[in-house]
Nanobody, 124 residues
Framework: QVQLVESGGGSVQAGGSLRLSCAAS???????MGWFRQAPGKEREGVAA????????YYGASVKGRFTFSQDNAKNTVYLQMNSLKPEDTATYYC??????????????????WGQGTQVTVSS
């Protein structure tokens, strides 16, 4: 049984930083894992995705250069370091797993497992 548990959300002022964590059980974090976010009234948006062995990380256009995906396979955990946060980054952030490697990117429908989400609020 696959479980994904996010943590690290919170409230921060614009320009600040947060680091989200996603601990996986029943799933190897070196396989495709992604971060998504969803703001009220908006569609779920791909933020970052990666699998070990791929040379590049997928980043959504709105976060490129500010957010960084990383992983600690020994802990079966992935992270999302979020810097230079903006009010428009306010959303519930979700960890997702098990997309086919060829589709390890920003399409939510490609992922099979999801965490419960963690709220990030950025105030101006």
């Amino acid at each position: 049984q696959v479980q994904l548990v996010e943590s690290g959300g919170g409230s921060v002022q614009a320009g600040g930083s947060l680091r989200l964590s996603c601990a996986a059980s029943g799933y190897n974090s070196s396989d495709c894992m992604g971060w998504f976010r969803q703001a009220p009234g908006k569609e779920r948006e791909g933020v970052a995705a990666f699998y070990t062995g791929r040379g590049t990380t997928y980043y959504g256009a709105s976060v490129k250069g500010r957010f960084t995906f990383s992983q600690d396979n020994a802990k079966n955990t992935v992270y999302l370091q979020m810097n230079s946060l903006k009010p428009e980054d306010t959303a519930t952030y979700y960890c997702a797993a098990e997309a086919p490697r060829a589709y390890c990117g920003g399409e939510a429908t490609d992922y099979m497992y999801w965490g419960q989400g963690t709220q990030v609020t950025v105030s101006s």
